[in-house]
Antibody
Framework: EVQLVESGGGLVQPGGSLRLSCAASGFTFSNYWMHWVRQVPGKGLMWVSHISTTGSRISYADSVRGRFTISRDNAKSTLYLQMNSLGAEDTAVYFC???????????WGQGILVTVSS | SYVLTQPPSVSVAPGKTARISCGGNNIGTYSVHWYQQKPGQAPMVVIFSDNGRPSGIPERFSGSNSGNTATLTISGVEVGDEADYYCHVWDSSGDQWVFGGGTTLTVL
């Protein structure tokens, strides 16, 4: 069974940093592009970042570029999101997702809440 | 950046057909995916690549895509179909993935 489990969320002060992890199991992690998607509670989905199988290809949404860094450790089957210079606008539930086939997201984690507040 | 536009809400009676639109400039040239999200849950793909249906998704769910509009159609709507629905594309020109704003389906 494919499983994606996020961790590392919580409360952080404005300007602070946080690193999210997404532990994958039940599939060959190194074969799949991976993504981070976020959702402000009560609002819609927003794509954040993607990373290719080897990490050679990475992209970010404009709103996080320069502040967030996506990475992966295929040996540990884990996806990461380093978030720096956090602001209130980054408060959201963050999901990791697996991309499949024609770039649709066929598996999602349960999500982890990040709250940026003083 | 590419923009996808969905109606905020759609209401339908049980047993009827719900149609949720997703508008975008020449969206017919993109591959469109649709996700269902129920409260407190992660999204789940219900249609991929315009009209593909993952295993386990009822045949009541179908998709189409042409011109400037993609449509998710749910036939014989059930109370359990109440959820938020999002359309989604990959904009290869900017290597960006884009979601529509979401549509809340209410089964009256």
């Amino acid at each position: 069974e494919v499983q994606l489990v996020e961790s590392g969320g919580g409360l952080v002060q404005p300007g602070g940093s946080l690193r999210l992890s997404c532990a994958a199991s039940g599939f060959t992690f190194s074969n799949y592009w991976m993504h981070w998607v976020r959702q402000v509670p009560g609002k819609g989905l927003m794509w954040v970042s993607h990373i290719s199988t080897t990490g050679s290809r990475i992209s970010y949404a404009d709103s996080v570029r320069g502040r967030f860094t996506i990475s992966r450790d295929n040996a540990k089957s884990t996806l990461y999101l380093q978030m720096n210079s956090l602001g209130a606008e980054d408060t959201a539930v963050y999901f990791c997702a697996r991309a499949y086939g024609d770039h649709h997201f066929d598996s999602w984690g349960q999500g982890i809440l990040v709250t940026v507040s003083s | 950046s590419y923009v996808l536009t969905q109606p905020p809400s759609v209401s339908v009676a049980p047993g009827k057909t719900a149609r949720i639109s997703c508008g975008g400039n020449n969206i017919g040239t993109y591959s469109v995916h649709w996700y269902q999200q129920k409260p407190g849950q992660a999204p789940m793909v219900v249609i991929f690549s315009d009209n593909g249906r993952p295993s386990g998704i009822p045949e009541r769910f179908s998709g189409s895509n042409s011109g400037n509009t993609a449509t998710l159609t749910i036939s014989g709507v059930e109370v359990g179909d109440e959820a938020d629905y999002y359309c989604h594309v990959w904009d290869s020109s900017g290597d960006q993935w884009v979601f529509g704003g979401g549509t809340t389906l209410t089964v009256l």
